[in-house]
Structure formats: structure tokens, C-alpha cells
């Protein structure tokens, strides 16, 4: 069994006691200014106030920015381990009007379903190559299908990943991906699989895109939707191409409320799927939530405790990640040891990041060759 310990919580952000000299940021054009200790952000134009707004858990938010003396010049600077990504905005006052904006002085942005971000990456990080197209890759086929559910009583539309140099009579392994069009927007799934492919980090598969439309009631804990994911999807493939027979080649992917409904399904079900990948999982048992509403708080939570109560063998390979600066934190480190019981492997890791789309993106390659492969692969 192979396991990242989970952090120790030394790896924090906070304010720092003081700025950078202030000739050097008023001299410099492109922010964050970022050093081994932190980064200083800094906004120019008229404002009554600033504020950077951030989403790391257990940091204030919002962080007031310093007037310099120049007048309009705002400055802030946090202590950042080493390693770390932070998204943010940037909340500027002014006659009475707030608005929220990307920094205008960061070129750096990641977009999710809500929009976009300004992106702070701290001293050593660098985004891995293999996110990035690469056009030595030869790019796989996406398409749509379109699959009627009894169990839901619908008709899905289904993208469907196939590899580059796909042949009819091989067996491919199956990846079934949670919000699957999400993770081709904002996590460059394409790109990631066919960079993958080509260095034969993972090996050449097959894989189908989930989408819901009723997200909050289908991934929190639906036995229809466990069904359909476990059953029909399985199904569906098998008729159209030959899929690898164990179920050590099929895996179930799925970040925030999809990891909730991978596992969900996975527990449903646990006979079909031999690998999971949960990451940032939204494993809460209590009042945290009530934000998604009481009825999918009663329905996760419900879930959840059934699964601390009697786990199973849900998957024989699980990986799990989460980011540091995320209030998940302790509800992923939680639940590690109780799918530890029973599950023969379990890789989990931490990184210095919150709940974005480009952390999962950062995560799969280790996810991937660990359940496929069986190695974890680190570093660039």
C-alpha cells in the first residue's frame, strides 16, 4: 500500500508583517511579486478601498490592501509556502460601488464553471508540460453519444474519448469521468490523456464524459444515478468496443460532489469498477452542508455516514487527493482510513492548493499511472 501522510498543517498562508520596499513595486509592471517566503500583490488606480479575496480556507477573506504614498497604489503581501496555487479577485470600493475584478496587473487566469480567476503560482511551482499540448501527441477522437436510461427515465448525452491509435481488436481499459465536459473545459482532459498516452504514463483507453443537469440531487448519494453509472454505462461501452474484461481496467473518476457520487456508486455497486480516483471529495457530516441545502445535506451525509459505518471493499486501488487550502481538508483526511479497511491500496495526497479545476488537473497524472499502471509517477 502506497500512502502520502497527511499534512501536518505547518504549510500555511498568512499575512505578512510588512511590504517590499516601495520604490521596487512601484518600479515593477507584472504582479505577483514572488519570492521563497511569499508573494505581494499590488492594484493601481483610484479606489476608496481595496481587498483581495481569496478562497483558502482558514484565511481571512477579504484581506484589506494597503494604500502606498504615491495615493493610488494598493499593496498586500501574504507568507506562501513553497509549491503553492492560489486563486483570487481583487474587490475594489469606490463611491459607494464594489465590484470584483481580476487583477489587472496578473496575466496568469483559470476559468471554472463560474467564471475566471486570478492565479498566484508561489515560488516552485510550475504547471507540468504534460498539461500543455504538446504536438509531438497524436490527439485521440472526441465524440458524443447518446444513451437512453431506464434507471433515470432520460436520454444522456455522453462524450466518448477514444485514443489516437485505436484499433478494433484490442481491449481497452475504461475511464468514467464525473462532470467529464467540466474536466475538458478547465482541466484540459484531452490534452492530459493524449500527453499521457504519448508517454505512455498511462496506456492507450477508452473514456466516457458524464454530465449532470441535476448535479446536487444525482451525485449526492442516488441510487438511480449509482445505477446508471455502474450498469448502463458498462453496458452501453461493452457494445461498442472491447473493453478489457477485469475489473482492474475500468476506473470511476470524479472531483467535489463527483467524487461523493464515484464513490457512491462504487459503494452501490462494487463488483464493476476496480479502481477510483476522489479528489477534493465533498465527504461532510455535518452542518457545513446546509450551504447545498437541506436536502442534499440529508442525502450526502446520510451517504457518508453509512459508508463510515460499513465501508466495503469499494474499489481494489482508491486515490484520493485534496488540496491543502481547501475546508474539505479534514473531512478527506477522515475518511482515508475507513476506505482503508477494506480497499487493499490506498495513494493519498495533499497538495498546496484549494478547490479548482487546475489542482484536480495537477493531480492525474499520479491518479492515472498509479490505478492503470500500478506506479505513481512524480514530478515533471
Request: net charge negative.
Amino acid at each position: 500500500m502506497t500512502t502520502v501522510a497527511p499534512n501536518s498543517g505547518s504549510r500555511t498562508v498568512r499575512v505578512a508583517a510588512g511590504l517590499p520596499d516601495t520604490a521596487a513595486l512601484l518600479a515593477a509592471e507584472t504582479f505577483p511579486l514572488v519570492d521563497p517566503h511569499g508573494a505581494t500583490f499590488v492594484y493601481r488606480g483610484p479606489a476608496d478601498a481595496v481587498r483581495w479575496r481569496s478562497w483558502v480556507h482558514g484565511l481571512a477573506d477579504p484581506l484589506p490592501m494597503q494604500r502606498l504614498p504615491s495615493g493610488d497604489t494598493w499593496a498586500l503581501r501574504i507568507e506562501l509556502p513553497p509549491g503553492s496555487r492560489i486563486e483570487y479577485k481583487l474587490e475594489i470600493e469606490q463611491d459607494g460601488r464594489v465590484e470584483w475584478i481580476l487583477d489587472p496587473l496578473n496575466p496568469v487566469v483559470a476559468t471554472d464553471p463560474f467564471g475566471a480567476n486570478s492565479v498566484c503560482r508561489g515560488y516552485g511551482y510550475v504547471r507540468p508540460p504534460w498539461t500543455l499540448p504538446d504536438p509531438a501527441a497524436k490527439q485521440g477522437h472526441l465524440d458524443e453519444i447518446l444513451l437512453d436510461s431506464r434507471a433515470l427515465g432520460t436520454t444522456r448525452s455522453l462524450g466518448l474519448y477514444v485514443p489516437a491509435e485505436f484499433e478494433r481488436g484490442n481491449r481497452y481499459p475504461l475511464l468514467v469521468v464525473h462532470d467529464g465536459f467540466d474536466y475538458l473545459r478547465y482541466a484540459n482532459l484531452q490534452v492530459v490523456l493524449d500527453n499521457l498516452i504519448q508517454r505512455r504514463d498511462i496506456p492507450p483507453l477508452i473514456a466516457v464524459l458524464t454530465q449532470s443537469d441535476d448535479r446536487l440531487r444525482e451525485y449526492g448519494g442516488d441510487d438511480r444515478h449509482a445505477e446508471f453509472v455502474a450498469k448502463e454505462i458498462s453496458a452501453a461501452l461493452e457494445q461498442r468496443f472491447a473493453l478489457q474484461e477485469s475489473r482492474s481496467g475500468r476506473v470511476l473518476m470524479g472531483a467535489s460532489f463527483g467524487a461523493v457520487a464515484s464513490l457512491h456508486a462504487a459503494w452501490r455497486h462494487p463488483t464493476v469498477y476496480g479502481g477510483l480516483v476522489l479528489q477534493s471529495g465533498s465527504f461532510a457530516r455535518d452542518e457545513s452542508l446546509h450551504a447545498w441545502g437541506a436536502s442534499t445535506f440529508g442525502s450526502v451525509a446520510g451517504f457518508v455516514s453509512r459508508v463510515y459505518a460499513a465501508p466495503g471493499r469499494v474499489a481494489d486501488s482508491i486515490y484520493m487527493s485534496c488540496g491543502i487550502y481547501e475546508s474539505l481538508i479534514e473531512d478527506n483526511r477522515e475518511l482515508l482510513p475507513v476506505l482503508r479497511q477494506h480497499s487493499p491500496s490506498v495513494l493519498y495526497e495533499e497538495a498546496p492548493d484549494g478547490h479548482h479545476w487546475e489542482n484536480w488537473r495537477d493531480r492525474m497524472r499520479s491518479a492515472l499511472s498509479w490505478l492503470f499502471l500500478g506506479r505513481p509517477r512524480e514530478g515533471q
